[in-house]
Each structure stands twice: as C-alpha cells, then as structure tokens.
C-alpha cells in the first residue's frame, strides 16, 4: 500500500500548529516551533548568545534545558543551533526539539495500516516464571489496552490509567492512525518473550506524534530495566545525532540494551536514534524472511534485522464507520491486526534478547551480542545480522 506522504504531512501540521516542516538537504525535518534543547553543561553559553529572544526555559533531571523562544524573533531554530553547536565538530551540546514520529504517513512507524483478522492462538498462559531470570523490557510507545493475552500477566496489573491508548482522540467514530501501534508491540514480546516483564508508558499521541524532550522525560524516568524499546525516531538537520537525546541515551547503563526501529523511507539516511553507536538499529525483511522489505531503511548504521512485513499480533477492539463489503469489515477489529513496518522488527529483535535471557540466564548485554554475531548467521548487506527463529525457541 503506497500513502500520499505529502498530503498526509500537510495534514499532521495543521493538526499540530505547533510543529513546523524544515527543508534539509536529504528531505524534510519535523521540529517544535521556537523550542531548543542544550545539555546541562552548555546551558549558560546558549542563554548568553540567545538572550535576545529567549523567552523562557525549563531545566530537567535529566541534564537537558529546553529553551523556549520568543515567536516574535522569526528564529530560524535548525539554522541558530547548528552555527551555535560549532558546524561541523560540533562544542555545544544543542538542537532543536525534533518531533519524533510513529505513523505510516512519516515512515518511522508502519508502513500501512493495520488488517482486521480473526483472532490468534493464545501464547502460553503467563507463569509461573521459569527458573531462568526474568527480563524487565520497556516499551515506549502508544501505550497499552486490555486484552485477554494481557490479563493474566503480573505486569500489566502495573499499567495505569495514563499509559492506556487513546483510540479515537478527535472523536470522529474512526480508529486514529497510530491507536494500537503500542499493544501489537506488547503482543509481539508476549508471543516471543512470554517470561518478560513488561514495563508501559505512553509516550506517542495517538496521531503518531511526540518529540524529542517528552522521550527524554519518559527514559528519565523509567526503572531498571534490561530492554528498551523503541519504535519510533526522527531525522535531523545535519543528519547527526540529535545532542539532547544522544546525552541522555548515553547515561544509560551499558548493561541496559537499547533497540530502535530503522525507519520506512526505503533511504540510507541516518534514522535516529537507530543510527546512534548507543542503539541496536534494526531494519525490516519481507514475510519470507529472504530480503529487504522495500519499505525498510538501511545502510551501515543498521545492526540488525528481523521479519517486518505481514506481522501479526495482538490489537484493539474498534469497530469503525466503513461499509462491510461481502464478508469483510475493513474497519471491524477484534483484538488482532496484520501490520507492516521496522516498528515492528525492531520488538521482534528486542523479544528474542528478552527470550535470551531467560533461557541462557545471562545478562541483556549478553545476549545481544550473541544475536548480533554473524557467526552461522546469515547478514543481508546494508542491514546486519538476520534474526532467524520461532516462538518457544532460542536463537
């Protein structure tokens, strides 16, 4: 299914005034309006040379600024940060607000929408925990809904009110394009990683939007955990890696693994923070597992791949306006989807570390250098190490 991109973006940003569309060199960049993001440490250099228009700023644990601007000043963000942060080399730890997408329409997410199915085989019921150490996963996505494959699990007795989806936020009777991006996720590690424990928060509108400091806030404020998931991401001006979100990843215990979906341009452009050192960049193959699905990005930043087009996995129950036709309600869900997109390699490669863990009892850092090593693995050029297994089995 191939989407009108332009239409879809023009639509995106006059939902969201707030959000403005910067031509960079390989393609457009989505940024916070009159915000700019500056680690702890170069906060007095950017309050100093921004004093001029600078209207405001909030300071994080995290160790990042947000500096808000004054909308009268017509900054051009992208430009004043890049000069600011020293060009090329960059001394300054800032940049802009990046918006970090997960929808169809701007690639990061699937690539297309969700397929009603009947439902799936239940996974194995949820405990007791094997003898094996159980993995703590995050997933930081749309959230999460009720589901018989849920309710069993420990975990999502944890899940509270404000990490629930949202499934119809503009309240007009159809399914938002991104509602239940973060439970098929859910539904993919309950399959491969039946012990995880699942740790949910809602980070991503249920139009597919959030940006670059409500991430930081959300990976602040998480517990320990051993997998982070994430499917989701931006690019940038420069093609290099957004300063604020690079500082913040990089305090992240080593032991901590952190896996991201490579994005579904079709394009070698640097997806972050998949492309960052820091990050597990996982790309998409096709449903035979023999090649590249066409949607997938790739290039030398991506470390792995994993099956991405024609998933299958848990999903909200919603029955939209459509027209039946003959047997089939295109917009009738009970609980189950078919989807494509990295947003969806990525958790599968996430699972079989969390898997992993349990059933070699090592540690996270372990296991995903031991997935990553192409010895007897097959590699595809361009997007790294195959991940080539089964439910209830071990890679």
């Not at 949910?200 to 959030?210: H, L, N, P, Q």
Request: glycine content about 8%; proline content about 10%; some cysteine.
């Amino acid at each position: 299914m191939r989407f009108d991109y332009p239409a879809r973006n023009e639509r995106m940003l006059a939902r969201h005034p707030d959000i403005e569309a910067v031509n960079a060199q390989r393609g457009l960049v989505f940024l916070r309006r009159n915000e700019v993001l500056a680690v702890q440490s170069d906060a007095t250099v950017v309050a100093d040379r921004g004093r001029r228009w600078i209207d405001g700023h909030d300071d994080h644990p995290s160790g990042i600024v947000r500096f808000r601007l004054r909308p009268a000043a017509k900054v051009d963000v992208a430009e004043w940060t890049a000069t600011l942060a020293g060009g090329a080399h960059k001394r300054i730890g800032i940049g802009p607000n990046h918006v970090c997408l997960a929808q169809p329409q701007w690639h990061p997410g699937p690539a297309d929408d969700p397929e009603p199915i009947d439902p799936l085989p239940a996974p194995p019921p949820a405990g007791p925990y094997p003898a094996g150490p159980t993995p703590r996963v995050a997933i930081l996505d749309t959230g999460i809904v009720p589901h018989p494959w849920f309710l069993s699990c420990l975990w999502f007795a944890t899940c509270l009110p404000p990490d629930y989806e949202v499934l119809d936020a503009n309240l007009d009777f159809q399914l938002d394009s991104l509602a239940g991006h973060g439970t098929f996720i859910a539904g993919i590690f309950r399959k491969y990683a039946p012990t995880a424990e699942l740790v949910i928060r809602r980070v991503i509108e249920s139009d597919g939007v959030t940006d670059e400091f409500r991430l930081i806030h959300a990976l602040h404020a998480l517990p320990r955990v051993d997998v982070i998931s994430l499917s989701l991401g931006c690019y940038t001006y420069d093609d290099k890696p957004p300063p604020a979100l690079a500082h913040v990843l990089a305090r992240i215990p080593r032991d901590v693994v952190i896996v991201a979906c490579a994005g579904n341009c079709s394009s070698d452009r640097p997806f972050w923070p998949a492309a960052m050192k820091r990050v597990i960049g996982v790309g998409a193959l096709n449903a035979a597992g023999s090649d590249r699905a066409d949607f997938s990005n790739y290039g030398w930043w991506v470390d792995a791949c994993a099956v991405g087009e024609g998933v299958t996995s848990t999903f909200v129950t919603f029955n939209g306006p459509q027209r039946p036709s003959g047997d089939y309600d295109p917009d009738r869900f009970v609980g189950y989807a078919r989807w494509s997109g990295t947003s969806f390699a990525a958790p599968r490669f996430a699972a079989a570390i969390a898997a992993r863990v349990t059933a070699k009892s090592e540690p996270a850092s372990h296991a995903a250098d031991a997935l990553l090593d192409p010895t007897g693995r097959r590699s595809f050029p361009d997007l790294g190490v195959a991940l080539d297994d089964a439910p209830g089995t071990t890679p």
